[in-house]
């Protein structure tokens, strides 16, 4: 099984920056999917980002495209999303999950959150002034 270390998660002014960090540990490969999601309460679960630790191309919403940006540090095993021009809509709990029968994001499914195996257990941003 795999355990998820998420943190950076706080209260920011709009148009503020926060990174979130996504440590995996727990499984055998280095390769697989890191998908983002965020859901805020009474509403939809939604994707986010991905991003394939194997080559680390990504895929990204569009409601965050030109504000989010995932990267990864392999020897550390950490995810990062950096969030930039943060807006109140922004609010949500975000989590990160992985997709261990994949190397690569998916064109087609990387925002179902059924594909992915293994969930993080969230943490709060708030975009509030």
């Known amino acids: 099984q795999l355990l998820f270390v998420e943190s950076g998660g706080g209260l920011v002014q709009p148009g503020g920056s926060l990174r979130l960090s996504c440590t995996v540990s727990?499984?055998?490969?280095?390769?697989?999917?890191i998908g983002w999601f965020r859901q805020a309460p009474g509403k939809e679960l939604e994707g986010v980002s991905c991003?394939?630790?194997?080559?680390?191309?990504?895929y990204y919403a569009d409601s965050v495209k030109g504000r989010f940006t995932v990267s990864r540090d392999n020897a550390k095993n950490t995810m990062y999303l950096e969030m930039n021009s943060l807006k109140p809509d922004d609010t949500a709990n975000y989590y990160c999950?992985?997709?261990?029968?994949?190397?690569?994001?998916?064109?087609?499914?990387?925002?179902?959150?059924?594909?992915?195996?293994?969930w993080g257990q969230g943490t709060q941003v708030t975009v509030s002034s």
């Open positions: 727990g499984f055998s490969s280095s390769y697989y999917v």
């Open positions: 991003i394939s630790t194997k080559d680390g191309s990504t």
């Open positions: 999950a992985a997709d261990t029968s994949r190397f690569y994001c998916s064109h087609y499914v990387w925002a179902r959150a059924g594909e992915y195996d293994s």
